[in-house]
């Protein structure tokens, strides 16, 4: 036990470890060692962002997607998909209700979609710049080219997240499709840093074929590029995908890593994510005494967002954006926290 507290330790004075030290750390997790490390993340974050929960209003503007990786529910070959496309206006109105709910973050998100161009995307962005000047805007939109990144960010967006989904090359392989690869999609972090996004990125915790080993690359690359927010969240397979009969990710594992997260880049955006909240009723909560300090209340509009299906059993498919906010506010004021309606910009710069 005395060498894993050391470990933790060190984390949380230098900000570091090892690749071995990480595979030791991650492999050797008992619930005693947990609750420690948990309460050192606790003081971390509570120094540098207090008792605040950031709001994000995420809106899912589309389930179309060129692409077919395994793990996904909207994957291109999913046949038994209700695909949907908002376009610009009910997007506008989705910012609009949430703007009154006092959000002041939207989060764009959809698949890979070849109908949203460069240009029909510059422009949504414009319009919501225009219309919501005070707010900031994030994507969560895939792969582009640099040009394309720069574009998006001229037209007015501040962030972007693109999850990495895991740092290991041939890990990448087996959950992606050939045309898609990991050294690609760190390129395109790397070139979002340089344009000067906040930029989010992420990993899958449970994934098929995942080790403590590889969990110890993920974290040496979120160390290496010092991301504004990292979000991670337990692996949930859908039913209608190759992993449809692999293990879900753990809960246990998911809070662990967010706190050593939480210690490695003390100022970092921690979102508490759904998926959390899916695989247990208090995900959430957990999630922010485990370090985290965001959630993502659902802006989409009610009748489409039992088909934004990554995974099975999402939670809040039904409910309205104004329900969906103020349970996750009781839900924070339940643990001792609360909802602050600021941009919520990362203090990691």
Request: overall charge neutral.
């Amino acid at each position: 036990m005395d060498r894993y507290i050391t470990l933790i330790d060190k984390l949380k004075q230098e900000h570091t470890l090892s690749s071995k030290e990480w595979t030791t750390l991650i492999g050797g997790r008992t619930k005693e060692l947990s609750d420690y490390l948990f309460a050192q993340a606790r003081e971390i974050r509570e120094l540098h962002y207090g008792k605040d929960i950031y709001v994000r209003g995420l809106i899912e503007f589309s389930n179309y997607c060129k692409n077919d990786c395994l793990y996904c529910g909207i994957r291109r070959s999913n046949r038994n998909t209700r695909r949907y496309r908002l376009d610009e206006d009910t997007i506008l109105s989705c910012c609009q209700e949430g703007y009154e709910l006092g959000l002041r973050t939207f989060v764009l998100q959809s698949g890979e979609d070849i109908s949203y161009t460069e240009d029909r995307l510059v422009n949504l962005i414009r319009k919501i710049r225009g219309s919501f000047p005070d707010c900031a805007i994030t994507l969560s939109i895939g792969e582009w080219e640099k040009t394309s990144y720069q574009a998006f960010f001229d037209a007015g967006a501040n962030r972007y997240l693109l999850r990495h989904e895991t740092y290991n090359d041939n890990h990448y392989a087996m959950l992606h499709p050939a045309a898609l690869s990991a050294k690609k999609r760190r390129q395109s972090l790397w070139d979002l840093k340089e344009i000067g996004y906040q930029v989010g990125t992420g990993f899958m915790v449970g994934s098929p074929f995942q080790t403590p080993e590889l969990l110890s690359e993920d974290m040496l690359f979120l160390k290496e590029l010092n991301p504004q927010m990292v979000g991670i969240g337990p692996f949930i397979p859908h039913h209608d995908t190759p992993f449809k009969d692999e293990a879900c990710g753990t809960l246990e594992l998911t809070l662990f890593l967010l706190s050593c997260i939480r210690l490695m880049l003390p100022k970092v955006l921690l979102p508490s994510t759904t998926a959390l909240g899916t695989i247990h009723p208090k995900g959430r909560e957990l999630g922010i005494l485990s370090g985290a300090n965001v959630v993502m209340p659902n802006l989409s509009p009610t009748e489409v967002r039992k088909d934004y299906l990554l995974y099975d059993n999402k939670i809040c498919t039904g409910d309205e954006s104004a329900q969906c906010r103020n349970c996750l506010e009781k839900r924070m004021e339940s643990i001792g926290y609360h909802i602050v309606t600021a941009r919520g910009d990362s203090l990691n710069i």
